[in-house]
């Protein structure tokens, strides 16, 4: 009696999502979950308080409701600010079904996690839908801003997100987990079989 032919290695694979979507997709939602339980403690307990100094005042916890993008620019482009933020989200998600590298996965959930939790407020909080004030709460070496603009879990998240993108790309490390040598050279495939 013959064997049925094993399937191809690559054939299951495909069936399951890569651990590396799993990864991206659980950093998304935990750092979207603590931007958001941040953001509502930060409303609860810092409105109409003095800004509560920490770390021997390295670090101030303030409110601040802000109208425009990190660092307080473009105030009065509220609306413009969520129609971008939609579309980032989407170029996110789109390229999380190529995604294979680690490093990727990370970057890219860092950055959906954050988008997402300053996406809500533009969407749910006052003034209105698209043009809701972002939820900042953090500042550094001064309790308004002055040094460092205030800012919340979901920028430090698109920051740190960002940062790593970048370090990926002057590393060559690729999307797809493959990592280009030269400009002039085919990207190789740097993973380990079968992962």
């Given amino acids: ?28 939602v935990a750092v979207l979950a603590a931007d ?22 390295s670090v101030y916890l303030v409110l601040f409701r802000n109208p425009g993008a990190a660092f307080s620019l473009a105030t009065g482009m509220t609306w413009v600010l969520t129609l971008v933020a939609v579309g980032v989200v989407v170029v996110i998600l789109r390229a999380a079904s ?22 809500g407020d533009r969407l749910f909080r006052a003034p209105g839908p698209l043009q809701g004030h972002v939820v900042d709460f ?19 998240s698109i ?12 590393r060559g490390r690729e999307l797809d987990g493959t990592r280009r040598t030269s400009r002039d050279e085919p990207a190789t495939d740097s993973r380990a079989p079968g992962s």
Avoid: H
């Avoid at 009696?1 to 998304?28: D, H, V």
């Avoid at 190529?98 to 996690?113: P, T």
């Avoid at 953090?138 to 920028?155: E, Q």
């Fill in 98 to 119: 190529r995604l294979r590298s680690v490093g990727w996965a990370i970057a890219l959930g860092l950055l959906l996690g954050g988008a997402l939790g300053n996406l």
């Fill in 138 to 156: 953090i500042s550094l070496f001064a309790p308004d801003g002055s040094v460092w603009p205030v800012f919340n879990i979901a920028d430090a």
């Fill in 36 to 57: 958001v339980v941040t953001k509502t403690l930060a409303v609860a307990y810092l409105s109409g308080e003095p800004a509560v100094r920490l770390l021997g005042g």
């Fill in 1 to 28: 009696m013959s064997q049925p032919a094993a399937e191809p290695a690559g054939a299951l694979a495909t069936a399951q999502p890569p651990r590396r979507l799993w990864l991206f997709a659980a950093l998304a």
């Fill in 159 to 170: 920051c740190t997100g960002a940062a790593l993108l970048i370090l990926l790309a002057l």
